[in-house]
């Protein structure tokens, strides 16, 4: 049986982003995979990121995450569901892969890139985070892992990552592969300007009020060329109707589609269809979300009892990885 695993970062909101672009996967694969469906909140990650970490935070966005999972449908009961830093051996196992990847292969990585651009020191935390990843995908041994497309680059390294440690140290670790929500590759930020991402602030949050939702949607941009309300637009170019294909029934996103490109929906009459696709998709998920709060003792239980099942299959991974290695003294 496949065995998939995933992680978010506790680095803001849950945005729609990480709900269509991953969240619907792991509730998917959960349900095929039961408890070979193994997710992490990745607080460890999360310190990575001058930007986004704050320590008194940190916890209640963990404690967050985790509810927004379990409220879009995630089952703590069904699959594994835990936090990244209750188990100990994802640093140990990271801590021996770093040893043995090369500088050059993560600089490379456009997500350090990105990161990295605008900050005047650069804690080295940022240029290890692929391999961190990688060491919590390879101690569970999984080979599927359901992502946005924008972590293919680090899942490529991952794969390398676990095929320089068979080649030196014997077969030990499968290479993984991702798994992408075919209509979410990369969900576009209310701004226009590249992928939704918490750091960027350009995100519709999962459990955000829906007035908020809708003073964002208001003056999002549309299709740039539809300037008066009589002219043409390109839905394809148009960001309003990329979140219609996300939230909205087929019947209206067509609709949608004919009448924007022959003038015949202006395009505050298109936001409204579209936040009624909104309200019906998350309404659901804030509910859920709300009974969870009211009775934080359901989420923190799942987090323990999460890591407890984690960590009885790292643990043996990881014994088997320092034998491998040589770090085990013969008696
Ligand atoms: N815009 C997106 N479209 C599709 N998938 C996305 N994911 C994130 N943004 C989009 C996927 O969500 C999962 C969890 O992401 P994450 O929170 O661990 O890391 P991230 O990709 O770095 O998300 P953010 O929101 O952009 O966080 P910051 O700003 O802190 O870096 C991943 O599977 C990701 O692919």
Known sequence: MPRA???????GDIHI?????AIQNYVKLGQQLGKQAI?????LHALTNPAAYDRDLLASRTFEATLVN?????????????????????????????????????????????KTSKLESVPSGLLMYP???????????????PVGEDQEQHLE???EIARRFNYHFGDTFPEPQAVHAEDALRVPGIDGQGKMSKSKGNTLGVLEDFASIWSKLKVAPTDPARIRRTDPGDPHHCLIYHY?????????????????ARA???????????????????????????????????VHGALERGAREAQAIAAPVMQEVREKIGLVRAR
């Open 5 to 11: 695993f995933s992680g978010i970062q506790p680095t």
């Open 17 to 21: 982003g990480n709900y269509f672009g």
């Open 39 to 43: 997710y992490c909140v990745v607080d």
């Open 70 to 114: 379990m409220a879009a449908g995630l089952d703590p009961e069904q699959v594994i569901l835990f936090a990244q830093s209750d188990v100990r051996e994802h640093n140990e196992l990271a801590w021996i892969f770093t040893t043995q990847t090369p500088v050059g292969e993560l600089e490379r990585m456009t997500q350090y890139k990105d």
């Open 131 to 145: 391999v961190l990843m990688a060491a919590d995908i390879l101690l569970y041994k999984a080979d599927t892992v």
């Open 157 to 159: 390294l991952t794969r």
């Open 244 to 260: 219609h294909k996300l939230f909205s029934d087929p019947g209206v996103t067509a609709v949608v589609e004919v009448e924007c």
């Open 264 to 298: 015949g929906i202006g395009c505050v009459d298109c936001k409204k269809f579209l936040m009624t696709g909104v309200e019906r998709s998350l309404t659901p998920i804030q509910d859920r979300a709300r009974v969870l709060r009211a009775d934080a003792d359901v």
